[in-house]
């Protein structure tokens, strides 16, 4: 899909932590998105996590490499949401199935994971 140039906008997202990482991959096997508490996002995150006024907590799928690291979120409200997984180095399949929470003003579209390597 060819999105132009300024057409999206990076969002406030947080990695699922290990202990949770499972079961929201699980819970996101039939579906690309859930909306979460605010409350329940932090539990996931493990951290201060907190989205701006307006603005909703969801679960959303993602695909990676060998590493957490390297994530990237971006949102338009045209063509849906883009979450991207960069590595450095060489790819070794399979990439692994993530999840990530994002904030939103509103729900997505259509979710597009992505993975790449860079290197």
Do not use: I
Not at 5 to 19: C, D, K
Not at 54 to 79: D, I, K, M, P, W
């Amino acid at each position: 899909m060819h999105v132009p140039y300024g057409e999206t906008n990076p969002v406030t997202f947080g990695m699922v932590n290990e202990r949770e990482m499972d079961a929201s991959v699980k819970q996101l096997s039939d579906v690309d998105f859930v909306a979460l508490e605010a409350e329940r996002a932090r539990e996931l995150v493990d951290a201060e996590f907190e989205c701006a006024d307006g603005e909703q907590a969801y679960l959303v799928r993602a695909v990676a490499h060998t590493t957490n690291q390297g994530f990237s979120a971006s949102f338009s409200r045209r063509y849906g949401l883009f979450v991207r997984h960069t590595a450095l180095g060489h790819w070794k399949p399979p990439l692994m199935k993530r999840a990530l929470v994002v904030c939103l003003t509103e729900a997505p579209r259509q979710l597009c994971p992505t993975a790449g390597v860079v290197g």
